[in-house]
């Protein structure tokens, strides 16, 4: 197989990487695309840096026996860890999902006042701190978990009164801050962007890491001379356990019954 | 060491089985205890029978290999798939938290109605209906998966408007069968056994299966003369991933300052 013709690799500790998957399909119609869901050992964020660093060289390790020609790690938790592991170790362009959004963070926002959501791992991680720190020292960043977003999403309770309750008082703080700009660096919560951009109001920006990192791929793939012109392209779903719960859930995130088969596969060791 | 002064060995895929720890310490305050949260591999309800039988007996190596005289199995998830492949393969005595819970509703409800919850995986397991139409078929059985309640407890937010309301559409329904026992399913609920009580009213007597086990495991150690008459009894934890959070999360579940320090251990392989 051609290099161009060959699949975009993505993985992610779960589900939640489907968000980044659909954005990548919609930017890039014309590639093929391999997805591994690490659904034995999700979730990250509550797992320490070394299990973490260990889990994503075995993910990639799976993917690249796929022949992928660039790496998507579509895991925040999974990007503020171990990305620079995979980088040092991989052949193939590595994108995790951090830096395409705290850049596209820093760009819009006019107040330098930049709120940041995500799990507890990433948060507690300072990797969006860091990466929008890194891009101008300028911006104020006010960071905050919200543990219970992502068990939200996975009930399919997006848009309910609890959903608002919970979105009130993880974010009623970061309102106060008159921040412009608030960056959802959470796989998951894209599917939340009504529910906090209707608490959050008009004057806020909400951007989210999925869209922004296919952006991303987009640029490297092109900047590489690697971007396919395909005819039927594929998606081929891979996942540690579970593909019953995974295509379930999955329905959640990709509307137009794309995920219809996930394969089981053995990853460690 | 003597075999009754040998410690009680408990394990869960996390943090949730301390409830049944904090029982059994409360019913048998001589015997020292082991305990295992493989919080590198939790949860276990999203993951199928397969997986959770391996890392079970992985988890019961670990605790073998210091000791035990008896395995407390306090996860409801690997005691639904598990417990047969643990008793089939160790020597000591072991204990799940179904079968206890069961006979303890069976025994108090007088109309023959029991509700019972947990989470997905324990409740498509079909485990507490099973055990309950064995003690007595005439029971009819208002099985619920409340997949919120685990990240509810984890965050501390036993008693605030959100878990009401959780509490409140979850139960809603089961409310309206007229059952006299509420069987809490999970290792979790009994911090929320307040919320779901005051929703349920007075006539539901909520019976949780963690006291119920520690009841088991004193009968258990009293019939094969395994009771211990302990002076400086000993409790210590061990965890497969971050004990920081563990020891955290875990002030949530054991009140008296008993868990200050968690050991990190690798149970795989």
Redesign the interface.
């Known amino acids: 197989m051609e290099m161009k013709e060959r699949p975009v690799g993505i993985f992610d500790s779960g589900i939640g990487g489907l968000t980044v998957l659909k954005e990548i399909r919609k930017v890039l119609p014309e590639e093929s695309t391999v997805y591994l869901g690490d659904?034995?050992?999700?979730p990250y964020g509550?797992?320490?840096g070394e299990?973490i660093k260990r889990y994503s060289l075995e993910n990639a390790g799976f993917l690249l026996k796929h022949g992928i020609k660039l790496l998507v790690v579509a895991c925040n938790t999974a990007s503020a860890y171990a990305l620079e592991e995979l980088k040092h170790n991989l052949a193939v362009p590595v994108i995790g999902v951090i830096l395409p959004g705290a850049r596209q963070a820093v760009m819009k926002s006019r107040l330098k006042r930049v709120g940041v959501i995500g799990t507890e791992g990433t948060i507690k991680s300072g990797a969006y701190f860091d990466a929008i720190k890194g891009i101008d020292p300028r911006v104020v960043v006010f960071p905050a978990a919200c543990?219970?977003f992502?068990?939200?999403v996975?009930?399919g309770?997006t848009d309910c009164?609890?959903t608002r309750?919970?979105v009130k008082?993880y974010l009623k703080d970061m309102k106060k801050e008159r921040i412009d700009v608030l960056l959802l660096g959470c796989t998951h919560y894209p599917l939340l962007k009504n529910a906090i951009g209707e608490f959050m109001g008009e004057e806020t920006n909400i951007i989210d890491s999925a869209s922004a990192t296919a952006v991303e791929v987009k640029r490297v793939l092109s900047e590489k001379g690697l971007l396919n012109k395909g005819h039927g392209t594929t998606a081929r779903f891979f996942v540690t356990?579970?593909p019953e719960?995974f295509t379930n859930v999955g329905a959640i995130f990709l509307d137009n019954g794309e995920l219809t088969k996930a394969e089981l596969v053995k990853v460690d060791?």
């Open positions: 659904t034995a050992r999700v509550t797992k320490s299990t543990p219970l992502v068990p939200l996975e009930e309770w009164d609890v309750l919970v008082i356990d579970s719960r060791g």
